[in-house]
């Protein structure tokens, strides 16, 4: 009976007989068997057993294990040196016909590499990926299938594994499978390693002093631009303190560009990519991204990506500052109607004229929970309202042509227009 020992010795032998292996590439071959070996320990461990084995049969006399020897030494390296020169001649050593012998410094070669590519840029974990379908991956495929070999593990994962133990033993910073600060990409066939930093995120809020700035950069037909500045860019002005490439802005909702942002502000997360610094202190930021006097962020700390979408998602409740003119005159009966029917009430919006060309038409319900207003002058006057977030207000003062309903139009039998809106409160989410 043969035992499972002398079938993987058996199976070494046949492939042996067949190609030319390093140590490491015949190891990773039987990958499967022997924990805590590496591949090149295993490797060599095969090629002794091998050895000791066609020594037994040869010392026993067995003429066929002599021309055997001559072939596997050929293949199997300086290992057989002394056996084959004592029965046969010198031999002459074939190349690894998988890594061609390149693999075992080409690892050392690509740590060092990966190193010095990160020198200068601050992170605390990274990972390690090969590309797929180099030389050597396709040559190791083509031989274990051909041999019938299934216990073997692939040369990415080995050298996943082994660059990424030496960075580590390098710089101290550890493999992070989950969500690493660095992506670290071996390219093979070109012995090339590539450095990525991931991108990093802050959670904070801006406040908007100044009106006709939009939320984003926002460029019109013919490449003229509709507002002359934006948030965005005040806050990518960021990026250079990141040492990044890019800025990408995420906003709990949106005001309008002739809107104020004012009170704590509106929530955002910022994203910058390719940041070679990513622990950056708050106040830099702060005074990097802000643009005063229209413009500030505040900053609170890192998140995750995962936080991007809570805080996108969001709809908390809003406090704005309505300024209503009307050609009819507001009274002080008007106020206190409009007072008493906007408390808890749901207003159905249809998806505003002015927005209708970037918008789907549809029909949207918000609630409005308190509204208080005076007086400003024989035509003007002005209203709080504490109201979901998502609602046209502008809309529910003027009532877009019976789009918006009930509105405060529509309830006083007045032409309204919004002089000035502004945000006062953004329930935080933060
Ligand atoms: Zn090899």
């Not at 295993?42 to 006399?61: D, F, N, P, Q, W």
């Not at 692939?154 to 910073?173: A, D, L, N």
């Not at 002080?332 to 109607?337: L, R």
């Amino acid at each position: 009976m043969v035992s499972e020992s002398d079938e993987i010795v058996r199976k070494a032998r046949e492939v042996l007989r067949q190609a030319p292996l390093c140590d490491r590439c015949l190891g990773r071959l039987f990958a499967s068997y022997g924990i805590g070996l590496t591949n090149p320990e295993r490797g060599k461990a095969l090629k002794t057993l091998v050895l000791m084995e066609l020594h037994r049969e040869i010392s026993a006399g067995r003429k066929d294990s002599i021309e055997e020897l001559k072939i596997i030494a050929e293949n199997g390296g300086p290992m057989f040196k002394e056996l084959v020169s004592k029965y046969v001649a010198e031999p002459v050593f074939k190349k690894c016909s998988i890594c061609g012998g390149r693999l075992d410094s080409l690892i050392g070669e690509l740590a060092v590499k990966a190193v010095r590519e990160l020198e200068g840029v601050e992170y605390s974990s990274f990972i390690v990926g090969v590309r797929k379908g180099s030389r050597i991956e396709s040559a190791e495929e083509a031989l274990a299938s051909s041999l019938g070999i299934t216990s073997w593990e692939s040369v990415r994962r080995e050298v996943k594994r082994e660059v990424g133990k030496k960075i580590q033993f390098f710089t101290g910073r550890k493999p992070d499978f989950r969500s690493p600060e660095v992506v670290i990409t071996i390219d093979l066939d070109r012995e090339e390693v590539f450095v990525q930093p991931m991108p990093v995120f802050y959670i904070g809020s801006y406040v908007k002093l100044g009106r006709n700035i939009s939320q984003m950069r926002w460029v019109g037909r013919g490449g003229r631009r509709n507002y002359p500045f934006s948030v965005e860019e005040s806050l990518t002005k960021t990026v250079p303190v990141f040492e990044g490439d890019s800025l990408t802005f995420h906003a709990s909702g949106r005001e309008d560009a002739d809107a104020r942002m004012l009170g704590d502000g509106r929530p955002l997360i910022i994203e910058v990519k390719n940041p070679r610094k990513r622990n950056v202190p708050i106040p830099a930021l702060e005074k990097a991204g802000s643009t005063p006097p229209w413009v500030y962020v505040r900053l609170k700390g890192r998140v995750r990506r995962e936080d991007v979408t809570r805080v996108k998602s969001s709809t908390p409740r809003k406090l704005y500052l309505l300024i209503l003119y009307s050609p009819e005159g507001f009274t002080q009966e008007d106020v206190k109607k409009v007072e008493e029917f906007f408390r808890d009430i749901t207003i159905r919006q249809k998806t505003p004229e002015r927005v209708l060309r970037r918008r789907a038409d549809i029909v949207r319900e918000r609630k409005v929970y308190s509204v208080k207003g005076r007086i400003l002058g024989r035509h003007t006057a002005e209203f709080m309202v504490m109201c979901d977030g998502g609602l046209y207000v502008k809309e529910l003062a003027h009532g877009d042509k019976g789009r918006t309903d009930p509105s405060f139009s529509s309830l006083l039998g007045k032409e309204i227009s919004v002089l000035f809106l502004d945000v006062l409160e953004h329930e935080s989410v933060l």
